[in-house]
């Protein structure tokens, strides 16, 4: 059988491609591969569980446009798909007077993207959470807290039920393109298998550069991984905080800081930091691929990122090495906290596109050949406007078919 379109990728983004995609079209025949045997296993399984509101993005820009459209979306998925979440509001928490500039920047940008915030003084602060201390603070009212695996198994449901095709433990190895159809060879329980389509969608995260590779498709960027950590406070602090607690963010870097995480299943998490990755699936303790170190080593465009970064790159590698200055970063607004309260938690990967200058990419970044279309760059936060990026890719693949 022929498909009509094969999308790899069972990440958040890819499913929710896959589900809208079976949606305006239910006779077409859509095939969906993920490798893992569970869904959403690397970046949407490993970060912090946050609804975001979209406080940080250019006014006007698709990621302001996308966020704030996904907080809606995936809370009325969440509705009707009867998957928990708790809309308990976030805080971003000034410690210093430049974090009070950058705070009331913050709170013009939040205005002029439509959200709805409220600026806090410190004693407003302190009243809300007595554990938290600062200058001043911006509540965001709409921020949310979720398990994003659960919102992607359950739309993977919702595929499968309107007609898709979904499997699981399929580890694509090999693509090639001709004038008619893509070849999708994949592993599947050690036996080589093949599936035929019209059009091929890839949705493969920290493997995007190489799925291009595969189909000999010439791009100048490639997938640096930056390892978040994180740490998980002890069951007496469950009730430490009573809203997300987030540092104001350094506006020249793409990481959020160090923050304090009510999680869903009533944890709090405390994290992460940003540092250089050398293995792009690598959440444990010591991670190290050769092959993904000699990737990153042979591209320019690692050298130049480095370079940009070295200062910020050193402490940060220096916190992770060192749990006390690790704890200095959520000290400053939450000083009851101490080293033996940072308890393991896994650590997450976000795969950051690079170009060969050396600069980040921020925005949406795609490849094409007559027969795909591969998302290359999905910008934060992916996860929470999932739904409209996915409603997105497929226009794009409805005006590459047309």
Known sequence: MTYDYIIIGGGIVGMSTGWQLQQRYPDARILLLEKESVYSKHQTGHNSGVIHAGVYYAPG?????????????????????????NQCGKLLVATTDLEVERMQALYKRCHENGIDVELLDAEQLQAREPNIIGLGAILVKDTAIVNYQQVTTKMAERFVEIGGDARLNHKVTGLKETADEVTVDALHNGQQVSFKGRFLITCSGLMADRTTKMLGIETDFQIIPFRGEYYKLPEKYNQIVNHLIYPIPDPDLPFLGVHLTRMIDGSVTVGPNAVQGWKREGYGKINISLRDIWDMVTFPGFWRVLKGHIGTGIVETKNSLWKPGYLKLVQKYCPQLKTEDLQHYPAGIRAQAVMKDGSLVHDFLFAESPRSLHVCNAPSPAATSAIP????????IVEQTS
């Open 389 to 396: 990026i996915g409603e997105y890719i497929c226009d794009k």
């Open 61 to 85: 820009s698709l990621k302001a446009q996308f966020c704030k459209a996904g907080v809606a979306a995936t809370m009325k998925f969440c509705d009707e798909n009867s998957v928990p979440y």
